[in-house]
T-cell receptor, first 118, second 112 residues
Framework: AQKVTQAQTEISVVEKEDVTLDCVYE???????LFWYKQPPSGELVFLIR??????QNEISGRYSWNFQKSTSSFNFTITASQVVDSAVYFC???????????????FGKGTKLSVKP | NAGVTQTPKFQVLKTGQSMTLQCAQD?????MSWYRQDPGMGLRLIHY???????DQGEVPNGYNVSRSTTEDFPLRLLSAAPSQTSVYFC???????????FGQGTRLTVV
């Protein structure tokens, strides 16, 4: 069965520290998609990244980077030089290809609440 | 540039009342879905639709109905509200291709 585990419930760091949010997933499909979303205190959900199972290249976008490792079924998210504005709940999610890669059928982890203190 | 619009933003219902949460998107997306978010649970899929006239159940469909008569709208109906349905509800839409998903701002529902 599909499952996404975010073992870190809450993380607190001081500004400018690097922080890694862990995500471990389970799926029996060979084709699947992984996502990260950010939910700031205002409550909206912000899409950060989508990665398909055939693309194991790590990705960097500014201070954000993602490490996808199929061998360990992990899709970890690192924020470099964290800022107070990074304080949010971060969700990792999985979608299987049977839905054509639709993000309308996401299995979410329970989220990691990141607090960045000045 | 509205994106995905959910109404209302807040709602208080009494047990047994019915209501409809509205969701509309103006991006001509085929895929739409409803999630509920409960503390410590992440988001869970209630119902989804892959196009007008087509809907299916997600992980937690009991107590909810949906229909999709147009591409733009995907309302969620609570037939007889229960306190267990107190939650934040999110509507989402996307094209179905390798593109970004869009979520509405959420509806905070309290059933007393």
């Amino acid at each position: 069965a599909q499952k996404v585990t975010q073992a870190q419930t809450e993380i607190s760091v001081v500004e400018k520290e690097d922080v890694t949010l862990d995500c471990v997933y389970e799926t029996r499909d060979t084709t699947y998609y992984l996502f990260w979303y950010k939910q700031p205190p205002s409550g909206e959900l912000v899409f950060l990244i989508r990665r398909n199972s055939f693309d194991e290249q790590n990705e960097i976008s500014g201070r954000y980077s993602w490490n996808f490792q199929k061998s360990t079924s992990s899709f970890n998210f690192t924020i470099t030089a964290s800022q107070v504005v990074d304080s949010a709940v971060y969700f990792c999610a999985l979608s299987e290809a049977q839905y054509g890669g639709s993000q309308g059928n996401l299995i979410f982890g329970k989220g990691t609440k990141l607090s960045v203190k000045p | 540039n509205a994106g995905v619009t959910q109404t209302p933003k807040f709602q208080v219902l009494k047990t047994g009342q019915s209501m409809t949460l509205q969701c509309a998107q103006d991006m001509n997306h085929e895929y739409m879905s409803w999630y509920r978010q409960d503390p410590g649970m992440g988001l869970r899929l209630i119902h989804y639709s892959v196009g007008a006239g087509i809907t299916d159940q997600g992980e937690v469909p009991n107590g909810y109905n949906v229909s999709r008569s147009t591409t733009e709208d995907f309302p969620l109906r609570l037939l007889s509200a229960a306190p267990s349905q107190t939650s934040v509800y999110f509507c989402a839409s996307e094209t179905g291709g390798n593109t970004e998903a869009f979520f509405g701002q959420g509806t905070r529902l309290t059933v007393v």
